[in-house]
């Protein structure tokens, strides 16, 4: 299927009232487990990438590795900046082919973000751009924030006065691994949800209860993120497959149990968003 955007993907989880997955990929392997398990589902699929995967091989690597098999996927994918942090990586990963875009001005004050999200969507010409007000916590990646919900209030006035086409949510998820069980403010999203008619996204996702999480879908979240999960996943099956062989020098093999194990649950984590058989 052609290489698409998240726009109207996001539009048809929001009116069908089910989530898209969006995964967190770091390598080839990483990605041709996403959209393998995307094709098993018969599912639409975001891929992302964010900043320090981008450190690590660049948007035109990431985008050639990722259209080229979107093009021969059998479901629609997508191609995702997560937590864009610059207006410059926001532009080159346009430039590059990417299909939508995250500027992350949550650190900003109010008016700052405002200003560096405007700005975002005027460049992407029409490709959907996300956006965050207020901050998910956590550390992943080389980000670290302090928690700060996302006032309803401001939710409104930012959504409308940025343009953007989906608003990521700080209710209490966080980036990284949980040291405790999250406790999601889901009255908090129904208010946003009540005052902001775009797709919401849910960020930090690995980690969070299933039953959390059909509660946000339920609530309005219609696009999912999972990185940290992936990451514990891939890696976890890379080391038993090289403690099983210890002789083995060969990363074709063992990184496709990597592979394997990331497709299994990704598999996994698309039933429990509700978006298996859409695409």
Known sequence: ???????????????????????????????????????????????????????YAGPKCFAGLV????????????????????????????????????????????EGNVEITRRVVAMACGLPVEAELGTVGGKEDG????PQYTDPEEAESFVRSTGISSFAVAIGTAHGVYKGEPKLDLDRLVEVRARVDIPLVLHGTSGVPED????????????????????????????????????AFDPKKYLAEGRKAVQARVQELIRLLGSSGKA
């Open 212 to 247: 959390q999480v059909r509660a946000c879908i339920a609530r309005g979240i219609c696009k999912v993120n999972y990185a940290t999960e992936l990451r514990q996943v891939f890696t976890a099956a890379v080391r038993q497959a090289l403690a099983d062989q210890p002789d």
């Open 1 to 55: 299927m052609p290489f698409v955007s998240t726009g109207e993907m996001l539009l048809r989880a929001q009116a069908g009232a089910y989530a898209v997955g969006a995964f967190n990929a770091e390598n080839l392997e990483m990605a041709q487990a996403i959209i393998a398990a995307a094709e098993a589902e018969n599912a639409p699929v975001i891929i992302q990438t964010t900043p320090g995967t981008l450190k």
């Open 143 to 146: 980000m670290e924030a302090k």
């Open 67 to 110: 259209s080229r098999l979107a093009r021969d996927a059998r479901v629609p994918a997508a191609l995702h900046l997560d937590h864009g942090n610059s207006y410059e990586l926001a532009e080159e990963c346009a430039r590059e082919g990417y299909t939508s875009l995250m500027i992350d001005g949550s650190k900003l004050p109010y």
